[in-house]
């Protein structure tokens, strides 16, 4: 059976690497590499990414620029944030964004398992430590966009890491309202653009309650949607909820308007 079991495993990884080529070309910049370059990144790439350090915000673990004095980012300080803690993998910058915005909109669904990767990387070392969650759950898109777009981005990254971190995915967060675009809005707006915006089915409610929730999304800008879910998630019974984002835009909320 071992046997048996080797030679599936093999098989998948070669049926892989024939359909999913990462390992031949870098995910941020299509530069030819090998399988030694972590994350399916160059090292041009790695060098210009800005990945998370110490210089995060203590609340939703955005980067904090370089002299701001405090170890609360302006957001955090200006609006109270729904989810307990929030970490992040890297700054939604220049170099960044170019690889987030093919993984969302151009098809690089197989981008998920690097940056899934990187996302557990990043939260492993704390885990169970500063954190003990108990479900993973994603960010959902409305139907309508899902429909268009074929898949959620954070759906995907959500799987690779609850498989990562030995813990359920449940899809326990459906968003009911079709929102209109966030670029242009304030953080205000945003927020009231979000009211009622999520909800639990109520399949999921005996699931999630007094649980952890480890809460998945690609980007985080304002916080507007963290906030949003975290608060339809307590409202339904969870008894915390911590985000974690694969990038953050803006060192002191930059409002990229990527959200979803």
């Known amino acids: 059976m071992k046997i048996v079991g080797s030679a599936i495993a093999a098989l998948a990884d070669f049926v892989l690497d024939a359909v999913f080529p990462a390992?031949?070309?870098?995910?941020?910049?299509?530069?030819?590499?090998?399988?030694?370059?972590?994350?399916?990144?160059?090292?041009?790439?790695l060098s210009h990414f800005h990945f998370a350090s110490d210089r995060t915000c203590l609340k939703c673990g955005k980067l904090l620029e370089e002299g701001y004095q405090h170890s609360i980012c302006r957001d955090c300080r200006t609006f109270e944030r729904e989810?307990?803690?929030?970490?992040?993998?890297?700054?939604?910058g220049l170099y960044e964004k170019e690889m987030i915005r093919a993984f969302k909109y151009k098809d690089r669904c197989y981008y998920a398992y690097y940056l899934g990767e990187l996302m557990y990387d990043r939260i492993a070392?704390?885990?169970?430590?500063?954190?003990?969650?108990?479900?993973?759950?994603?960010v959902p898109l409305h139907r309508k966009k899902l429909a268009k777009?074929?898949?959620?981005?954070?759906?995907?990254?959500?799987?690779?890491?609850?498989?990562?971190?030995?813990?359920p995915e449940k899809k326990a967060l459906i968003r009911t309202v079709?929102?209109?675009?966030?670029s242009r809005l304030s953080g205000i707006e945003r927020r009231e653009n979000l009211q009622g915006a999520f909800a639990v089915p109520p399949q999921y409610i005996s699931e999630i309650k007094q649980k952890c929730i480890l809460l998945?999304?690609?980007?985080?800008?304002?916080?507007?949607?963290?906030?949003?879910?975290?608060r339809t998630l307590k409202s339904a019974g969870a008894s915390a909820v911590v985000l974690l984002s694969l990038a953050a835009g803006g060192n002191s909320g930059a409002r990229d308007g990527d959200e979803l």
């Open 178 to 182: 079709n929102t209109k675009p966030m």
């Open 23 to 45: 390992n031949i070309y870098c995910i941020g910049c299509g530069a030819v590499i090998d399988k030694s370059h972590p994350y399916s990144l160059c090292g041009r790439c």
């Open 216 to 230: 998945i999304d690609d980007i985080f800008t304002s916080g507007s949607t963290a906030d949003a879910c975290a």
């Open 83 to 92: 989810f307990e803690r929030g970490y992040t993998c890297m700054l939604y």
């Open 149 to 167: 777009r074929g898949y959620n981005q954070a759906e995907l990254l959500a799987q690779e890491v609850a498989a990562r971190l030995f813990l």
């Open 125 to 138: 070392p704390i885990f169970e430590e500063e954190i003990r969650a108990d479900i993973v759950v994603p």
